[in-house]
């Protein structure tokens, strides 16, 4: 089969299937459920200027034994681009009601991770566990560096090459001829003005704090980080280790943030392991 953007499908054999799912607030949300569906339901979350390719590497055997959901967020990859704020947590709930989830573990990555322990806080009924690779989280105090500036430049000027460029720089270390190097590269330049129009949408909660709350997610999560990913993401993955009541922590080596893309097989292994 073929996405609604005349894309081949990787998972053709996995019998995947490509819908918009109608967004809060108005737009659509591309999103792909793989597998045969007897297994239990995951969500894939991606990070920010990225989109559900991320998780091509993983999904063909993830799918082998759960039902498996991944999505493009809001004003990313294949989703409509936004007209006015949005929540991504509201978006995810969204997204489990149109495939009749009630309950499913997510699996997020950054941003995908903060959206995973956000929604789990706000709806701890839908959650069954949670993974969470190389996650931030709200209420993170984030280190005021010259990336940090250089970041907020390119956001201030629309500046879409420039902000390509330093995602790759920082967060995909490891370079284009690592594996998954060419998709990275391909995936960031595609994303990175639809990046900068979306974001200026993006609804801020101040009182959004998932770091201080950690002590009240039960669910039991993994929380998996690579040996080449930015400090800061370390340090995170330390504090949540050390605050989520039933956590474990795993180091991927030659990983950097891109860890779905650079070490696949390690990644599924770890999954598969952690949602039996």
């Known amino acids: 089969m073929r996405s609604n953007t005349g894309r ?3 998972l053709d054999a996995l019998d995947a299937l490509a819908v918009d799912v109608p967004a809060p607030g108005g737009g ?13 339901p995951v969500i894939l979350l991606h990070g920010a200027g990225m989109d559900a390719r991320l998780w091509d590497a993983v999904v063909p055997e993830l799918a082998r034994h ?5 999505y493009d967020a809001r004003g990313l990859g294949r989703s409509s681009l936004p007209g006015r704020p949005f929540d991504d947590v509201e978006d995810l709930l969204a997204v489990l009601d149109h495939f009749g989830l009630d309950r499913a573990a997510l699996v997020g990555l950054s941003m995908g991770g903060e959206t995973a322990l956000d929604f789990t806080l706000a709806h701890p009924g839908r959650v069954g566990a949670l993974a969470l690779v190389g996650a931030s ?3 993170h105090d984030w ?24 995602e790759l720089s920082i967060w995909a270390p490891l370079g284009r001829t690592a594996t998954g190097g060419a ?4 995936m960031v330049a595609d994303n990175a003005e639809r990046r900068i129009a979306g974001e200026a949408f993006f609804a801020h909660f101040p009182d959004r704090d998932a770091e201080s709350r950690l002590g009240e997610i039960a ?15 370390a340090a995170i993955a330390e ?23 650079r070490t696949p097989e390690r990644l599924v292994e770890l999954l598969l392991a952690h949602l039996a």
């Open 183 to 186: 998709l990275i590269e391909t």
């Open 143 to 166: 280190p005021q560096d010259p990336q940090s500036s250089a970041y907020a430049t390119a956001r201030r000027e629309r500046d879409a090459a420039a902000l390509a460029a330093l």
């Open 239 to 261: 504090r949540l280790v050390a605050d989520l009541p039933d956590a474990h922590g795993v180091t991927v080596p030659e990983a950097d943030h891109y860890l779905p893309l």
């Open 137 to 139: 989280v709200s209420g």
């Open 28 to 40: 659509r949300l591309w999103a792909e459920r793989s597998g045969s569906g007897s297994g239990s």
């Open 219 to 233: 669910v039991p999560t993994l929380v998996v980080h690579g040996d080449r990913d930015h400090p800061e993401i």
């Open 66 to 70: 759960h039902d498996v959901v991944r």
């Open 8 to 10: 081949p499908d990787p």
